[in-house]
């Protein structure tokens, strides 16, 4: 079996049987054989402030407890200095249909004195995710492709009321061109109804404001009404305001359910008139699973590889993607230099043509003066000639020789002849 990139601080595979349904067995058939038939992978990736509750929502979504229970640390013991990145995997079943789940947690986010660059490490690992998918796709021998990019981040955002945090925004920008972001507000018993409206107006006009693209449902052609409608109920969801919870409680009405008991009542995880944790495992687990990792790869990965090659230089044909080889890329390189050469081989053959077009008309134009005068000498012989033969004639007849103004009458006549 595929294991996980070893530069992770700490990974590991387990086994999980579900306790109950999670719906990816539900995807859409014909994409859900696909993906059966590549093996299965999935990773999400979860990000957010320690406390906030992101490993009780991993063990809900996925209904299994995935994740151990932190133990939060003891005051005098030694705190990490950076976020560090870990992933653990499962292979999970249901109904027949396999997936290997992998969460990436990232500890230490947002929980230093100066946060500044907590999203560094998180794009490193998702860019080196990306690398090693490349290096398998150079191989000579890809058949066993392990993916293992990040198909999906939830982001989780502290429940405050207030708007985006810094270190909110500052990760989203850092991060919305190299993977699917799906903001959540944590915690979401905490706030009323009310509250969480005007909490999901305020996060979504910061994500506008800053250009901030977050995962966006894609609405394909001729889609049904009812695939339409549910499309709607997610899209309006978003950020979804979710509640986590790995107990079983008991409701007034004496149902069990899994949900937070409060002196006043109960909220039910799975209940969508209580959160939005219903829309959120729907959308990533059953209606868009498939769209994610798709999304990921046809869009986020190829821009970051195009991005990469740009910068080593190699300039590509954005409709060729994926062939990419050593073999191929020696050849590119090789065919680039070709290029080169026989522009230079152009520009001097242009040079030399010049050159000896000017040669021509010179001696086009030396030839012409040559032939002028060639001409002027000739005629001034044949004048001589006639001038001659006039003398001889007169000289034969007895006449006297011609007067001047005579001369200039066959100097006229030259003129009328030529
Ligand atoms: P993590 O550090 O982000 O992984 O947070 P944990 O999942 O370990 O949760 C931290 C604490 O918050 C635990 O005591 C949880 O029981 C509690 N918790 C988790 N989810 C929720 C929630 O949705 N609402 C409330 N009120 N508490 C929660």
């Known amino acids: 079996a595929p294991t996980p990139p070893t ?3 700490f990974s590991s595979v387990v086994r999980k049987k579900l306790m109950g349904y999670v719906g990816f067995a539900n995807l859409p058939n014909q994409v859900h054989r696909k993906s059966v038939r590549k093996g299965f992978q999935f990773t999400a990736m979860v990000v957010g402030e320690s406390g906030l509750g992101k490993s009780t929502l991993i063990n809900t979504l996925f209904n299994t407890t995935l994740y151990p229970r932190k133990e939060p640390l003891p005051p005098h013991a ?18 027949g249909v396999r997936l290997r ?3 990436v947690d990232t500890p230490g986010f947002g929980d230093f004195v100066n946060n500044d660059e907590s999203w560094k490490p998180i794009v490193e690992d998702i860019e080196s995710r990306f690398d090693a998918y490349l290096e398998q796709e150079t191989r000579v021998n ?6 293992n990019r990040v198909h999906a981040c939830l982001y989780f955002i502290q429940p405050t009321g207030h708007s985006l945090k810094q270190i909110d925004i500052e990760f989203m920008r850092r991060l919305h061109q190299r993977v699917n972001l799906i903001p959540v507000i944590a915690k979401a018993d905490t706030m009323t109804d009310e509250e969480i409206i005007e909490f999901k107006q305020r996060i979504l006009a910061d994500i506008a404001q800053h250009n901030i693209q977050i995962f966006q449902a894609p609405i394909h052609e001729n889609e049904d009404e009812e695939t339409l409608t549910e499309i709607e109920e997610i899209t309006t969801k978003i950020p979804f305001a979710v509640v986590g919870s790995d107990q ?11 949900g937070r008991a409060y002196p006043w009542g109960v909220i039910e995880v799975d209940n969508e008139d209580h959160c939005d944790f219903v829309k959120l495992r729907q959308m990533l687990i059953r209606t868009y699973m498939e769209e994610l990792r798709e999304h990921t790869n046809t869009y986020l990965y190829e821009n970051w590889r195009s991005e990469k090659l740009t910068n080593m230089g190699i300039q590509q044909d954005p409709t060729v993607f994926k062939e990419v080889n050593p073999a191929q890329r020696v050849a590119e390189e090789r065919g680039l230099h070709e290029q080169k050469l ?6 001097m053959k242009m040079v030399f043509q010049q050159k000896v077009q000017e040669k021509e008309a010179k001696l086009k134009q030396s030839e012409e003066e040559l032939y002028a005068r060639h001409r002027e000498m000739r005629d001034a012989l044949e004048k001589q000639r006639l001038e001659l033969e006039d003398k ?11 007067p001047t103004h005579e001369k200039s009458s066959t100097k006229r006549n030259r003129f009328l002849r030529t």
């Open 78 to 95: 030694e705190r990490p200095q950076t976020v560090s990145i870990q992933s653990i995997s499962a292979d999970i079943e249901e109904s």
């Open 142 to 147: 890809r058949q066993k492709i392990v993916d």
């Open 101 to 103: 789940l992998t969460v």
């Open 248 to 258: 079983v409680v008991l409701t007034p009405d004496g149902r069990e359910v899994r």
């Open 342 to 347: 026989s522009k230079m081989e152009a520009e």
């Open 392 to 402: 001889k004639r007169r000289v034969e007849s007895g006449r006297p020789l011609t």
């Open 7 to 9: 530069h992770h601080s």
